[in-house]
């Protein structure tokens, strides 16, 4: 809703009232003064212009319970009028606020109360014509049609008013939603691309901090490998952040995924991940070059965070990375799917690496294969393995 109007306009509209009010007197007593008078004509003249002024002040007092009382206002100052040339702007302003309500069945209450009213003025003042009648409806009908035109304007502006708020509302929590899915996909990249060198960088320190039997040939080199992996992730955290400053519409969410590496990288990741010290055997079927992009990329990234987390908890164990594409055109899945499996004996580690606490690596790969289309469980296995199973859809 609206705002009440101030206090200035609310004068302004008492001022009006009383400036009409004072314009219709004065037009009434130059009618009923003019032309010769017996000395009775004059005093009765004289009185009925007093109570004139009288009823048009009573319709003043009245003029402020317009919102309260719409209607009950305004059929009495429409039946002052025919005997009050002074309520003129009073009722003018009542019977105004009553049709911004905009209900037929007060319009038609309040003009049968102005003609039963004009008509018994016609009756007691002698030389009121059905001229004064037609006067009367039409000064009527002209407050009904200016208060219908005020009150659809008003409730216009109310509509643009709440419809203006609530996209405003709307703005913020889209605003708030953006910046929310941005921080998501900013920690979701940094992780992929992060944790992968940072593990193999804590595996070698780790391997600094409890083997005392290197020589120092093994310690320079198992230094070196830690440089070379830090160097890795610094210039893997420089792309990360400069293709995530990348702004504007679908280029630019595009440009997110081209840094991304694919399953075209995937020995060179193994090739890490043995030089770690992890066992790690290949069971492909796969073409890599001919997979998807998308399906490319999201597949790295689920071997590469489940290599990394074997790390973390089964080092030293042999993990199976197996890639298969099942259903196809040929056995009754029109598009198929891509199946990606890594698993490792589930033990407790010798030496394990100390860290902060569990992440949410598979929650995130999780939520990455789902936006791919297709779905991630991981879990222990009866058989006593741990399991990360992936299948993502590999359209034909």
């Known amino acids: 809703m609206l705002p009440p109007p101030p206090t200035w306009a609310r004068a302004g509209q008492y001022a009006i009232a ?13 009618d ?36 309260r009382h719409p209607l009950t206002v305004a059929c009495v100052t429409a039946a002052l009028v025919p005997f009050s040339a002074s309520s003129v702007g009073a009722a003018a302003f009542a019977v105004g606020a009553m049709a911004t309500r905009r209900r037929r069945d007060w319009a038609v209450a309040v003009a049968v109360v102005a003609v039963v009213s ?10 009121f014509s059905l001229g004064g009648i ?22 216009l502006i109310a509509a643009l008013h709440e419809r203006a708020l609530t996209a405003e509302r709307e703005r913020v929590l889209a605003a708030g939603a953006a910046r929310e899915a941005e921080r998501t996909r900013i920690a979701r990249e940094m992780h992929d691309v992060l944790a992968h060198r940072i593990s193999l960088v804590a595996l070698h320190a780790g391997a600094l901090t ?37 702004s504007g519409g679908d280029e630019a969410d595009d440009a997110v995924e081209q840094p991304q590496p694919t399953l075209a990288e995937l020995p060179a990741l193994l090739a890490d ?3 770690a010290g992890s066992q790690v055997r290949l069971d492909s079927t796969v073409a890599t070059q001919t997979v998807p992009q998308l399906v490319s990329r999201t597949a790295f990234r689920i071997v590469q965070e489940a290599l990394t987390n074997t790390r973390r908890h089964a080092p030293g164990e042999l993990v199976t990375v197996r890639l298969a594409r099942a259903g196809s055109s040929t056995g009754g899945d029109p598009d198929g799917h891509l199946e990606v499996q890594i698993s490792n004996p589930v033990a407790a580690p010798a030496q394990p690496i100390r860290s902060p606490g569990p992440g949410v690596g598979l929650v995130g790969l999780a939520e990455r294969a789902e936006l791919a289309g297709g779905s991630l469980h991981a879990g222990p296995q009866p058989d006593g393995t741990f399991v990360v199973r992936a299948r993502l859809p590999w359209p034909a």
Request: proline share 4%; charged share 15%; glycine share 10%.
């Open 118 to 127: 004009a008509t018994a003025a016609e009756v007691l003042f002698p030389g």
């Open 32 to 67: 009923r003064l003019s032309g010769p008078m017996t000395p009775a004509a004059e005093d009765l003249a004289g009185v009925l212009l007093i109570l004139d002024v009288l009823v048009g002040v009573a319709s003043l007092v009245l003029l402020p319970l317009r919102s």
């Open 273 to 275: 991940t043995r030089e």
């Open 18 to 30: 009383v400036v009409a009010g004072a314009a219709g007197w004065v037009a009434a007593a130059a």
């Open 134 to 155: 037609a006067l009367i409806l039409l000064f009527v009908a002209a407050c009904l049609a200016t208060g219908t035109y005020l009150g659809t304007r008003r409730e």
């Open 210 to 246: 409890y083997r005392d039997d290197l020589t120092p040939g093994e310690t320079a080199g198992t230094a070196g490998i830690i440089q070379a992996n830090a160097q890795l992730a610094l210039a893997e955290l420089r792309d990360v952040l400069g293709v995530l400053r990348t």
